[in-house]
C-alpha cells in the first residue's frame, strides 16, 4: 500500500547563507491510522497567507530555475532578512495550509469518507498525496467540485471570524480594506446576509466595480482626492468603530482610525482634550504592504491596533463555535463562499520563475490555484 | 458668601485664528450644594496628562508675555496642528486635573469635611477655590501636607491601574518606560510589594540610579549599545508580555514587542511562520514623544498597541474596585505613593514664559507643582 500512495510534494528550505529553495520530493504516505485518510490532492490555493512560508523574505529579481528531471527553484535572501529565518534554517518544510481532493484510503473508523471528495486544512497541501485526521476533512457537497473545495477554510473562515468578533466585542459596524478580494467579496456576502453594515475600502474604480456588481452599499476608493472625507461619512452613517486591514504597512489603518474619530466627533457636544471615548478598535490580519505601520495618535486614547490570525481566534471561539462556522461554510459553498481563480496550475508550475512572479504579485482579484493531480 | 469665596482661576483659550492664551479670571463660587464643598487649593501638580489642555500643540518659541495687573500669555499654534483643536475653539477652558487643600465650606450633607485637608480630583485645580462634590475629595491622613496630597490620584491610580491591567489580562510580569519617573517611582513600589516582577526602561545612568536606590530589580537603559539584548534578557528572565509606554512616538514599543518576541522565541521547539503565540500587549498611556509610532510587525500577529487612559480604565474596573485603590493610596500616601517636586510656583507663574518653558520640558524627575494660594 505504501508505494501507491508516494507522490511528489513541495518543499521550501531557507539555508543558513540566505539561499531560499523550492524543491519537490517524493514523499511515501504510510497506511491512514485508524482514524486517517490519504487523500489525492487535486486543488490548493495560494494565499496570500501561504506566501510567506513558501518564498520567505526572498529577494524574487534573483530567481534560478533548475533544471531537466530535478526541479529547484533558488533565490537570495537579502543578509538584513536572515535575522527572522533562524527558526526555520535548513529545514525542508512543506507548504499549503488548505486544500481539496479524493480520498484515496480511509482507517478503520473513517471507512464512510473512502472515494468521497473533500475539503481539508492542516498544512502541507501542495503535494499529491496528504495523510490527515478525517477530522480536518469536510465532505463537499453533491456536484462541487475540488476547485469549489479548495478555499473553503482559510478565506470563508476569516470572513466569518471578522462578524464573529464584531459580535464579540460590541461594535455594530465594519471597516474592510483590500475589500475586492476573494476574502472581501464573500465578507460582503455575509454581511449582506446578516444584517451587518460594511464600509469597503478599494484601491481602483475597477476594484469598486466588483463590489457594486454583488450589492455592496460603502465603497470608497483609497485613490480618490476625497478618500478621507468619504471614507469619515461612511463609518458615521454606518457607525462603524471595528476594522480589518489586509494591507498592514504605511498609514491606512491610522487613516481609518482618524476617520472614525472623526465621525465620532460628529455627534460630540463637549471638548474632550484626550479625544473621544469612542473605542476603535483595527486588526491588522494581512502584510499586502510589507512596510513599517505608522500610527500618529491624533485619535485620542481609546484605540487598538492589534495582529488578528485565524486559529488562535478559532481556538478563542471554542469547537462548537467552529464547527457552526463550518457548517455554514459547506452549506454556501458554492453561493456565499465562492472563490474565483486566474489560473489553475501544476506542481511543477510553482518552481517557474515567470509564474512565481505572478502568484507572488498578490494583486487584488488574481488567485492562482494548484492543482497537484496534473 | 459668594464673594468671600471668588478667587482667581487659570483659564486655556485657542482661538480660531491660531492663537493661544493663558489667563488668570476672578470666579465666583456659589454656595456649596447639600453634597458639596468649597476648597482652598494649596497645591496642585503640572502632569504632562494636563500640558496637552494648557498649552495645545503651541509653538512655545512663540510665546508672548501680557503686562502689569492683568496677565496673560499667549503664543502661536502652527497652521497643521489647527484641526485637532477645533473642537476646543474660542473656549476658555479651566486646567488641572487633580489638587489638594483646606475644606472652606461645606453643604449640609458635608459638614463633617470642613476644615479638613483633602485631595481632589476632577479638572479646574489651578484656581485659588474649588466647588466640587464631597465624593470627589479624600481627607488626608493626619500630618500630610496639601503637597503630600496634590498628587493623590492621576500617578497613584495610574501605577495601581497597571498592576491591575495585569492581572485581569492575564500577564505576569511588566515593563514601563521613562521609568525613573514620579509615577515610575511608585510603580517600582507597588510592585515590589505585590511581588509583581518588572522591566523598568530608562534613558540614562542617571535614571537608573534613582531606580537602583529604590530597590529596582530590572533597569535597562535605552541609551546603551546592548540595549535591546538586555532588555530581552530582562524580559525573558520576569516573562514580562505587558508593557506601558509613556513615550508614545517613535520605535520604543516596536523594539519592546520584537524583545517579547525573541524571549518567547527562545524557549520556541518549533518553528511558526505567523510568528509565537505568546500574546504582547503594549499600552501607550503618555506622549513624551509626539511623533508617529511605528510598528514593523515583524513579531507575528499575537500583538496589540492600544491608547490607555486612566478614567475609562477605572469605569470598566467598577466603584467597588476604584474605592479600593483609593483607599490604598490614602493608606500609603507619604510612603508608596510619596511624591517629589522640583519647585513650588504660584498661578501667575504659570504665565512666565521662562517658567513655561522649564514645566512644559517633561523632562523625567522634574515636576512642578502650583500653590494657589501664593
Known amino acids: 500500500m505504501t508505494d501507491r500512495f508516494s507522490g511528489l510534494e513541495l518543499r521550501s528550505t531557507v539555508s543558513a547563507a540566505g539561499q531560499l529553495t523550492l524543491s519537490l520530493e517524493t514523499v511515501d504516505r504510510d497506511a491512514p491510522g485508524p482514524d486517517e485518510v490519504i487523500v489525492r490532492v487535486e486543488?490548493?490555493?495560494?494565499?496570500?497567507?501561504?506566501?510567506?512560508?513558501?518564498?520567505?523574505?526572498?529577494?524574487?529579481?534573483?530567481?534560478?530555475?533548475?533544471?531537466?528531471?530535478?526541479?529547484?527553484?533558488?533565490?537570495?535572501?537579502?543578509?538584513?532578512?536572515?535575522?527572522a529565518m533562524k527558526p526555520r534554517l535548513d529545514q525542508s518544510l512543506p507548504v499549503g495550509n488548505e486544500g481539496a481532493g479524493t480520498v484515496?484510503?480511509?482507517g478503520a473508523n473513517a471507512q464512510a469518507l473512502l472515494g468521497k471528495r473533500v475539503g481539508m486544512m492542516g498544512g502541507?497541501?501542495?503535494?499529491?498525496?496528504?495523510k490527515l485526521p478525517a477530522r480536518d476533512c469536510i465532505v463537499l457537497p453533491e456536484g462541487a467540485s475540488a476547485a469549489d473545495g479548495a478555499s473553503m477554510f482559510v478565506n470563508p473562515l476569516t470572513a466569518l471570524s471578522m462578524v464573529e468578533t464584531l459580535r464579540r466585542e460590541g461594535h455594530k459596524a465594519l471597516v474592510h480594506t483590500a475589500?475586492?478580494?476573494?476574502?472581501?467579496?464573500?465578507?460582503?456576502r455575509v454581511c449582506i446576509a446578516d444584517g451587518v453594515p460594511?464600509?469597503?475600502?478599494?484601491?481602483?474604480?475597477?476594484?469598486?466595480?466588483?463590489?457594486?456588481?454583488?450589492?455592496?452599499?460603502?465603497?470608497?476608493?483609497s485613490s480618490a482626492a476625497d478618500f478621507r472625507e468619504k471614507l469619515t461619512d461612511a463609518i458615521a452613517e454606518t457607525g462603524a468603530t471595528l476594522a480589518f486591514d489586509a494591507i498592514g504597512g504605511g498609514k491606512l489603518a491610522n487613516t481609518i482610525l482618524h476617520a472614525m474619530e472623526a465621525a465620532a466627533n460628529r455627534t460630540a457636544t463637549e471638548y474632550s482634550r484626550y479625544g473621544s471615548s469612542t473605542f476603535k478598535q483595527v486588526y491588522i490580519y494581512?502584510?499586502?504592504d510589507l512596510g513599517p505601520t505608522e500610527l500618529d495618535r491624533g485619535y485620542g486614547f481609546a484605540w487598538a491596533v492589534s495582529g488578528f490570525l485565524l486559529t488562535p481566534f478559532l481556538m478563542k471561539l471554542g469547537m462548537e463555535g467552529v464547527m457552526r462556522l463550518r457548517a455554514r461554510?459547506?452549506?454556501?459553498?458554492?453561493?456565499?463562499?465562492?472563490?474565483?481563480?486566474s489560473a489553475t496550475i501544476s506542481l511543477a508550475d510553482v518552481l517557474d520563475p515567470e509564474i512565481v512572479a505572478a502568484y507572488a504579485r498578490k494583486a487584488t482579484g488574481e488567485k492562482y490555484l494548484i492543482d497537484p493531480s496534473r
Do not use: K, W
Open 104 to 106: 484515496v484510503a480511509a
Open 124 to 130: 502541507a497541501m501542495y503535494a499529491q498525496y496528504r
Open 179 to 188: 475589500a475586492a478580494s476573494n476574502l472581501g467579496q464573500m465578507l460582503n
Open 286 to 288: 494581512g502584510a499586502l
Open 43 to 83: 486543488a490548493a490555493p495560494i494565499n496570500p497567507s501561504d506566501l510567506g512560508l513558501l518564498l520567505g523574505p526572498a529577494d524574487l529579481s534573483t530567481l534560478r530555475p533548475g533544471t531537466g528531471d530535478d526541479p529547484v527553484l533558488t533565490a537570495d535572501i537579502p543578509p538584513a532578512r536572515m535575522a
Open 329 to 341: 461554510v459547506a452549506a454556501e459553498l458554492t453561493t456565499t463562499f465562492a472563490s474565483r481563480y
Open 198 to 221: 460594511l464600509v469597503n475600502i478599494v484601491r481602483s474604480e475597477a476594484q469598486a466595480e466588483i463590489l457594486r456588481a454583488i450589492g455592496a452599499t460603502h465603497i470608497v476608493d
